[in-house]
């Protein structure tokens, strides 16, 4: 993340085998892109974060991050309910005894100005009590013209730690973000291919300057504790509540004239306000019974939301999008087309044992999810209450060899609750799904000129069943009988390569089908914004110059293949190739840092879901931070 200079989720991820990240499109509202042809599910310290929709996602800033985990595949035996392609967990600062500080400033595309600081201590000689206190303040547009990206954000911490064997974590953070949604929803016509126009320009704002606003205040606060009750069993348990509140307008594309000149547009007010808590408890045994060691995992963990969500909308002007004139947005009436309050709880018990024989790990794990969830809509009184219990389970199989060569075979199950009736008033039941994978994991003992390196080679099959597909009797509503299904093969590689290279590389092949749709056209066809090709590869070095200096250069290349740029595929989005490039000058801990993604400056559409929304993705931007640690 440091050395990309991730400045998103999407970016800090975008090098890992079966990411995708909707073609490097940058959007202030949250994180969008897949995980093995699925829409991950995002966690903050172990417990997810909130995720109402992508416009009322919880913002995940990447400065206040130590690490990220990427969790490919089915993982609801342990985490519960969620999507089957995996889960991305942002893990917060905390308050360390050999804190390092550093102040930094950024500027470069789209006129940035940012300033962040990560400072932490201890308040007494022992180091029992440390602190931390992250911040940052940006003044920035984006790729879009029109489109703020400002944002204030703050995160303190406090660690008490009475002896050694038990920690105790204060986490809290605030987040004001005042900027816009990316998504232009142009037409294919004129960006994917020309139109009898020409191309429409990269930075056009289709929506309005006037109307368009996308003010996020969020807030969280929370504990991580720990304790070692005996020497081979301890106990962990996090906690958070986090707040949101959300002001979003903008303007909409819903259909192309017969000239492709001019779009016709509808104008949307949301708001949204959004409350969660999620409470996990865990405990960790370690035991032997004969000849197998154990590690015993048990907890409990349960989520509690509340979202108010309140939309309107109305016809806006049309827009002639290669001569744009815009005209005054009258405002819909609030909540005119969506009031509703949605509450709902998840608790969740689940076990889980590996179980080592010599060389042999065999992991069982299982979970049992009671899910309750009411929907009242307040413009008809309708409530809507879905209940729904489920149990997922996975078992895997791992061989260490002592060559470090780890080949290993693993099943699992996952399943996600989905909101809403069919046309009789029944409550759907959730979305379930399997996965079979068999992989190598090749660690070797460190070699000459070899460091750190670590190799990973998997071939996986996800299916998902219960997915929505059109009512064939009555096409404005839906049934659960659609299916989709994913195959593939991912390898990923990192390390030190001879001469100090360290390096980063990745190739993904997936092949990500409906199989079942109501919908004929639909049944053998790709999703839309999901490539079934991609590949990464990052180098760098760093060289010792004469006294305190040094200095380092990086640079990558991202490959993503086509995508279906509409579901059945009409038409395709080209595939792209990306060049980002990194420099360093360092005296002592002084350093001045030159970041550059799409360094070519490729004109290229980042995704389309249909005909009247495709998004160009940002052009050449490069970023100067100068940073001074202590």
Not at 240 to 255: C, N, S
Not at 434 to 458: C, F, H, N, S, W
Not at 542 to 553: K, R, Y
């Amino acid at each position: 993340m440091t050395l990309l200079n991730a400045r998103t989720l999407s970016e800090a991820i975008r090098y890992t085998a079966g990411v995708s990240d909707y073609g490097s499109k940058d959007d202030p509202r949250g994180y969008f892109g897949t995980i093995r042809g699925f829409s991950p599910d995002i966690y903050l310290d172990g417990t997810r974060a909130p995720d109402a929709s992508s416009a009322q996602s919880f913002s995940i800033e990447p400065w206040g991050l130590e690490e990220m985990d990427v969790l490919r595949g089915a993982s609801s035996a342990l985490y519960g309910s969620g999507q089957l392609g995996g889960i991305v967990n942002a893990v917060s600062k905390r308050p360390r005894p050999d804190q390092t500080d550093e102040l930094s400033f950024q500027t470069g595309a789209y006129g940035r100005v940012q300033g962040a600081a990560d400072l932490g201590g201890a308040f007494d000689g022992d180091k029992a009590w440390l602190w931390r206190l992250n911040g940052l303040i940006r003044k920035s547009g984006s790729y879009a013209r029109n489109i703020r990206n400002n944002e204030i954000y703050v995160a303190p911490a406090l660690s008490w730690r009475p002896d050694r064997e038990t920690v105790f974590t204060l986490l809290s953070s605030f987040e004001q973000l005042d900027a816009g949604s990316t998504a232009q929803f142009l037409p294919a016509s004129g960006t994917v291919f020309p139109s009898r126009w020409g191309r429409i320009a990269r930075n056009i704002l289709t929506s309005d300057a006037d109307y368009d606003v996308y003010s996020k205040r969020q807030a969280a606060v929370g504990y991580h504790f720990a304790h070692e009750i005996l020497p081979h069993w301890s106990i962990v348990q996090n906690m958070r509540y986090a707040h949101l509140d959300v002001l979003y307008r903008f303007v909409t594309t819903t259909g192309l004239s017969a000239s492709q000149r001019e779009i016709a547009r509808r104008a949307l007010n949301q708001q949204g306000n959004y409350n969660t808590v999620t409470l996990d408890t865990r405990s960790v045994a370690t035991f032997a019974t004969g000849l197998l060691h154990h590690t015993v995992l048990t907890g409990i963990d349960f989520r509690s939301d509340f979202l108010a969500n309140r939309r309107g909308q109305r016809a806006a002007p049309s827009l002639d999008l290669y001569a744009p004139r815009y005209r005054r947005i009258v405002w819909p009436a609030y909540a005119s087309t969506i009031s509703t309050n949605q509450t709902g709880t998840d608790t969740g018990l689940y076990v889980q044992d590996q179980s080592r024989f010599g060389r042999w790990f065999l992991t069982l794990s299982g979970r049992g999810d009671f899910t309750q969830g009411l929907t009242v809509d307040n413009r008809s009184g309708g409530r809507t209450p879905q209940e729904n219990d489920a149990f997922t389970g996975r078992v895997g199989l791992v061989y260490r060899s002592g060559a470090g060569l780890n080949p290993y075979i693993s099943y699992a199950t996952s399943f996600q609750p989905v909101t809403g009736t069919d046309v009789s008033g029944k409550a759907f039941v959730p979305m379930t799904g399997r996965q079979i994978e068999a992989g190598v994991k090749y660690r070797p003992a460190p070699l000459r000129g070899l460091d750190d390196l670590m190799l990973t080679a998997d071939v996986f099959s996800l299916t998902e069943n219960n997915v929505l597909t059109p009512d064939p009797v009555n096409t404005s509503f839906s049934v659960q009988t659609g299916q989709q299904r994913t195959r593939g093969v991912e390898c990923e590689g990192s390390g030190r390569l001879p001469g100090g290279i360290d390096f980063i590389a990745s190739f993904t092949w997936q092949d990500p089908r409906v199989t079942r749709s109501n919908v004929v056209a639909r049944i053998g066809q790709r999703p839309v914004t999901v490539p079934s090709h991609m590949a990464s590869f990052f180098l760098s070095r760093d060289v010792a110059l004469e006294g305190p200096w040094h200095a380092g250069i990086g640079s990558g290349m991202r490959y993503t293949g086509n995508t279906a740029g509409a579901l059945p595929a009409t038409f395709l989005v080209p595939s792209q190739l990306v060049w980002d490039l990194e420099a360093h000058l360092d005296r002592g801990r002084t350093r001045l840092k030159l970041n550059g993604t799409n360094i070519a400056d490729r004109r290229y559409v980042a995704i389309c879901t249909r005909d009247t929304a495709c998004a160009w993705a940002p052009g050449r931007a490069f970023f100067l931070t100068l940073s001074q640690r202590w």
